[in-house]
């Protein structure tokens, strides 16, 4: 058995590539760029052959000249070394299309739809693609590899009634119970954020600024979106800036606690335990905005710095599990 595998976490518009150690699973050398997905699929777009066989040989080239540079830097030898690929590799624009896992699907990775490419004489690795998932109205793919990656932070996880929350441009939401995803939801918090203060009327009224802990303002806009309408609420920075409640770097933090709020007050309807996975970035946002809807006792922050090794751990465990 080889001593290590590779990582590699491709999203849409980025691409990140690890080699990490078995079994400690430390990070030997990183391959990080903005070859994402979507650029790969438009350059695949442009050329005469369609078939599939030619479009996952573009696709491994590119993923191979990362595998080379990262052979020059540590002076290892990489070949055989197995490739897991989480995020969009899965998807219709990505390498193959993997089928969605329908819920449930076990918190252990065991029945996560995967799709394994042989390594051959052109490409001299593995590749086990990690689908995402779904249920009759929702998707998600890569949040269910951090996910399997995160149970280990929760011991008594397989027989609880966890909620986990993953934030981001499209934060989810997904139910555990009895060792299983059994529901999940999106929230698009990051993305009308980005919206909202940069293309919106209100992009005027805000003004982002370099501080790092949640303040009164944004503690505000917390508290107002849980009894509010957020088509009402968000015409507030507006007024805010006009009536000079509040100055530009307020209400900037005033429109965070507005969509962070509304993404969490559905929570106050939730009789499960909850899990908070996020970075360090926000993770301090995220604790003072439940800490403001009182749910500071039903809430366990799972520690940012695991929360950051989570699609290395969920990437070895589906690894492990069908081999």
Request: hydrophobic letters at 40%.
């Amino acid at each position: 058995m080889t001593d290590y595998f590779l990582s590699c976490d491709w999203g849409t518009s980025s691409f990140r590539l690890k080699l990490i150690t078995i079994p400690a699973l430390q990070i030997l050398s990183e391959e990080n760029s903005d070859t994402g997905i979507a650029t790969v699929f438009a350059a695949w777009s442009k050329r005469a052959e369609k078939d599939q066989a030619r479009r996952q040989l573009f696709y491994l080239k590119v993923l191979a000249s990362y595998i080379k540079n990262m052979e020059r830097e540590t002076g290892i030898s990489l070949a055989h070394v197995p490739v897991v690929l989480s995020g969009m590799a899965s998807s219709t624009i990505g390498i193959v299309d993997v089928p969605y896992t329908h819920l449930p699907f076990a918190i252990d990775g065991s029945n996560i739809n995967t799709n394994l490419i042989k390594e051959d004489k052109v490409f001299a690795h593995d590749v086990l693609i990690i689908s995402g998932t779904r249920n009759s109205d929702d998707v998600m793919r890569g949040e269910e590899t951090q996910l399997i990656g995160c149970m280990d932070e929760n011991p008594v996880a397989d027989s609880a009634d966890q909620l986990y929350i993953f934030p981001g441009t499209h934060s989810k939401h997904i139910h555990v119970k009895n060792g299983a995803v059994v529901s999940f939801s999106t929230y698009m918090t990051g993305e009308f954020f980005a919206l909202l203060s940069k293309q919106s009327i209100l992009h005027t009224a805000v003004e982002k600024h370099a501080g790092i802990e949640p303040t009164n303002s944004f503690i505000k806009g917390v508290k107002e979106a849980v009894n509010g309408n957020l088509l009402h609420t968000a015409f507030m920075v507006r007024t805010n800036d006009l009536f000079k409640k509040l100055n530009k770097e307020e209400n900037y933090d005033y429109l965070s606690g507005l969509l962070i709020g509304t993404e969490l007050k559905d929570i106050l309807k939730v009789e499960a335990d909850v899990s908070l996975c996020c970075n360090s970035n926000i993770e301090k946002y995220y604790s003072a905005a439940l800490a403001a809807l009182g749910l500071n006792d039903k809430v366990r922050i799972i520690p940012p710095e695991k929360v950051d090794r989570s699609v290395i751990v969920g990437q070895y465990k589906i690894l492990q599990s069908k081999r």
